[in-house]
């Protein structure tokens, strides 16, 4: 007997009925109807973008179990919702969105030795020395390897990711550290690998933490005199992800710390995941002996989107959100959005917001003035440190070089652009550049900036480095 979205959808029902309350029942499932089925797909009909959101936090793993009993582990389940009477349209329309198959993280169990400090007969069936702990992952289930799309740009980052995933502690990538610009998916690939982990090895402790609450915890530790149960803590993980390392500059008991925890981990086969706005050879303020171990393992770079992979996130982008755009707007949109993951999203949303709440249709207009503000906005996003690597990198040096003291011809000039253009296009002062372009005082900088303008007008050769430089700050 062939299958049709009716039959399928019934034998889900009777499947779902069983196994939860009949209040919930009817609320939540009678009012659904089955739509369409293709392939191992099925279409089904809700009544309102809460009635969605509801099923997929609370139901969804149920939904999950009955559609693979009927269609098989390929099954797919799509909703289709019913907007009535929406910006003035006299008929209802319809908004597609897939599901998204995941339910939130839960706490993970795990056994931590402590003191007895009691002397009392214990449970002979509880072990001594150990009592169970419950630990958050503190991982995002929304950033996943499904929606971080491959492209040039992420292709090494994302295959090295999808490599430790599959065998957390056992490759040599150990650290991972990914680094690379603001908005450029760190964070997103590294929640993705953890999520990841806990699919494929659930009885593995994950956690997830930024590097500014680690030093926060730190320091309450010192001031509880409980260091050691802050180390011992730690040492319980089967994989820790510390975001935006680059925090633990400067903080030498956040690093020493940290160091011991790290050895711990690595020596023990733990797998550790950093991720940073710089390389390693860029980071300042960090003890040589941790930089040492970050470069243990691979140092991946997340680089800008080209092209082809901005057009695709926007795609899924609006895929997701069940939204429906001419190709031209994307294409206008990922043409003149190039700086970062984040700001294209940030676009794209806005764009369909703008349409959404001014009840506006979605035109080449509208997306020309809402990029035009996001554009300006993101051009002005331009730090010290991103203008010395850009300069670095043109002049094939090494940050060290360019901020040294040496009266090399070719590294004083391409110090005094540095310069330049810090003057240009941030609000430091010419002192607080000084001191992050090589410790110089103001009257450097100054003398810089007048060397350049003069150099521009009497040097072809040199008009064309500025020419070239300014071109890669604000493409």
């Not at 139901?59 to 289709?80: Q, R």
């Not at 990841?196 to 500014?212: F, G, H, N, Q």
């Not at 935006?244 to 020596?267: E, P």
Request: contains cysteine; glycine residues 4%; charged residues 25%.
């Amino acid at each position: 007997m062939n299958k049709t979205a009716q039959s399928v959808w019934e034998n889900c029902l009777s499947f779902i009925k069983d196994n939860i309350q009949d209040q919930a029942y009817k609320t939540w499932f009678e009012p659904i109807k089955s739509v369409e089925l293709t392939d191992n797909a099925l279409y089904i009909q809700v009544p309102s973008k809460f009635f969605y959101e509801w099923l997929e936090e609370h139901y969804v793993k149920l939904l999950k179990v009955a559609l693979t009993k009927e269609l098989g582990k390929n099954a797919k389940l799509l909703y289709k919702i019913r907007m009535e009477n929406t910006y003035g349209n006299k008929q209802p329309f319809t908004e597609q969105l897939p599901s998204a198959n995941r339910v939130p993280m839960k706490p993970q169990e795990v056994d931590a030795p402590f003191k007895n400090l009691n002397p009392e007969l214990k449970n002979p069936f509880v072990i001594p020395g150990i009592r169970n702990l419950k630990i958050e992952s503190q991982l995002n289930a929304n950033y996943s390897f499904d929606n971080f799309l491959e492209g040039d740009s992420n292709r090494l980052a994302r295959s090295a990711g999808m490599a430790v995933a599959n065998k957390p502690g056992g490759t040599s990538f150990n650290p991972l550290l990914i680094f690379g610009g603001v908005g450029l998916g760190k964070t997103h690939l590294a929640h993705a690998i953890g999520v990841e982990i806990k699919d494929k090895y659930p009885e593995k402790t994950v956690l997830y933490i930024s590097a500014e609450i680690f030093t926060q915890q730190y320091i309450d530790s010192v001031k509880k005199n409980n260091r050691n149960d802050f180390i011992h803590f730690y040492q319980l993980i089967d994989v820790l992800i510390i975001d935006d390392v680059q925090f633990l500059s400067g903080k030498s008991g956040t690093q020493d710390v940290f160091f011991h925890i790290f050895n711990y981990l690595h020596q023990n086969g733990k797998q550790v995941i950093l991720t940073s706005d710089k390389a390693p050879v860029d980071m300042q303020d960090i003890e040589q002996r941790l930089l040492s171990r970050f470069k243990w393992g691979l140092s991946a770079e997340l680089h800008q989107p080209d092209y082809e992979t901005r057009i695709s996130i926007l795609k899924n982008i609006l895929y997701r959100d069940g939204v429906e755009i001419p190709e031209e707007i994307i294409e206008y949109v990922a043409r003149n959005i190039k700086s970062n993951v984040r700001e294209l999203e940030g676009a794209i949303i806005s764009l369909i917001a703008q349409s959404s709440f001014n009840k506006k249709e979605v035109t080449l207009e509208l997306a020309k003035s809402v990029v035009e503000k996001f554009v300006k906005n993101v051009k002005r996003e331009i730090s010290i440190d991103y203008i010395q690597k850009i300069v670095s990198d043109y002049f094939q040096l090494d940050l060290e070089t360019l901020q040294s003291k040496t009266r090399k011809r070719h590294v004083v000039q391409a110090r005094q652009l540095a310069m330049f253009f810090a003057k240009k296009f941030t609000k430091a002062s010419l002192a607080n550049i000084g001191s992050q372009i090589g410790d110089r005082d103001h009257a450097t900088v100054l003398h810089a900036c007048k060397t350049v303008d003069n150099l521009m007008a009497t040097d072809k050769q040199f008009k064309k480095f500025v020419d070239d430089i300014n071109k890669k700050l604000t493409l």
